[in-house]
């Protein structure tokens, strides 16, 4: 069975509907997950919680005693609202899956393609919880959110060029179950947002991109439940963002890069590899690029704050990070590495 959101509010001042909506749903006790620069926008007053606090390393793993835990701390409430970033969703759809209480999207940027989506990825592989019962975008807030947030919403969507190119070699080469239909929303959806970018010096200068973007998140999101995997937004492009997520992390790295701005430069890596191998116009890789530095997303390592040395180890460690059939095929070795991060401008 394919679930997706009830309800999706999309539209200036969203946000002051919330009550209308949880009556609708025949809710009345929301608990509020969010992070430290968005409990503002709980205008309502509702109970809440940081993010940061609710043990975030712990939801990573599913044991009996995380359950407990999460259980007691979330029991009281008849409904979860995530109001924030990715990372403030992402929390409250776990708690949510876990306590089997409903879940509201409010997200007060676009970030990623966790908006609306079954997907929790507090770790890797990342695993399908329930979607939201409903998404409230308010565009006043999001349009007014940090630019470099926005601008990372568009690597997580350009990304499904690459991660539906992913998913038919894994049809074609690894005989994997593939959906046709899944994979044309999926790249339609990304394919309309860059015509949209690269146009909008002629049309309206980006000032429809923090609703487009939205919009095209969402989208995303749907396209995974649809597929019930995140095959069709996920391939490639984020095992390197992965891969990166993991030196950070282990090396203890202190930059602020974002997973859409990681997955925009994976992108661009996995679609160079692409049109080296004759299964993508080189065309198409050109547009990719043209629209992330419109939207002044990275596009190379040294924008992403990181040196040469970090991009090749991410890429030749990114077919370790889960099983999932790419053109990464078995690994890039050192060579290989360089020498498609050197094509692909990325180093
Ligand atoms: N479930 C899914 O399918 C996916 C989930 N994710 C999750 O999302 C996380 C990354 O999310 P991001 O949004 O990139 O980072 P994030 O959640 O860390 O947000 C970055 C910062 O921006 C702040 N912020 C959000 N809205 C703001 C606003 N309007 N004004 C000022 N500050 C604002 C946040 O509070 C946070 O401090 C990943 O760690 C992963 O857990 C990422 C991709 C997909
Ligand atoms: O980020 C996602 C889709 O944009 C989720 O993908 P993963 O399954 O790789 O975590
Ligand atoms: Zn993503």
Redesign the pocket.
Known sequence: MITIPRYTLVENGAINKIPELLEKLNLKNPLVIT????QKYNKLGYDYIYYQEVEYERFGKLNDENRKYIKESFGDYDCILGI???????VA?YASSITKKPFISVP??A????IA?P????SVP?FMAEPPIAVVGDID??K???KK?LA?GAG?IVSNITAVLDWKLAHIENNEKYSESSAIFSKTIAEELIEYINNSKNKDNLKEYPKKIVKALIAS?MAIAIAHS?RPASGSEHLFSHSLDKLKKEGNIDNKS???EQCGIGTLIFSKAYVEEGRLDNKEYHEILKSLKIVKSPVNIFELGYDEDVAIEALCNAHKLRKRYTILRNGFDKKKAIDILEKSQII
């Open positions: 992070g430290k620069s968005t924030g970033g990715g990372k403030s969703i992402d759809k007060t940027t970030s990623n393609d966790g989506s997907i929790v990825s507090l990342s807030i999001i007014k959110s940090p947030l990372s997580d999101g995140s974002l997973h859409g």
